[in-house]
C-alpha cells in the first residue's frame, strides 16, 4: 500500500513539474472560487421531496479549480 502511494505521489510531482502554468492557476482559481463561496454562504438543493444543503464553497471551488486549468493550460501550451 504505501509503495503505491509513493508511486502515485511521483507521478503527481512528475506532473506537476512538467506543465507548473497549469498547476499555479489551478490552485488559484480554486482557492479563488472557495473564497467567494464563503462569501456568498450555501445552495440548497431540493428534489423529490427531499432537501439538502451544499457550501458554495465546495461548488465554487470547483468550478474555480476547473477555469484556472483551462486557463493553465492555455499558457503551457499556447496556440500556434
Do not use: C, H
Not at 480554486?30 to 444543503?53: E, F, K, P, R, T
Amino acid at each position: 500500500m504505501k509503495q503505491k502511494l509513493s508511486s502515485g505521489a511521483q507521478k503527481v510531482t512528475a506532473a506537476a513539474k512538467a506543465r507548473p502554468a497549469e498547476t499555479r492557476w489551478s490552485i488559484i482559481g480554486a482557492a479563488a472560487g472557495a473564497i467567494l463561496g464563503l462569501l456568498v454562504g450555501g445552495v440548497g438543493i431540493a428534489a423529490m421531496g427531499g432537501a439538502a444543503g451544499v457550501p458554495a464553497a465546495v461548488i465554487f471551488a470547483l468550478i474555480g479549480g476547473v477555469v484556472g486549468n483551462r486557463y493553465g493550460i492555455s499558457k503551457d501550451r499556447p496556440v500556434r
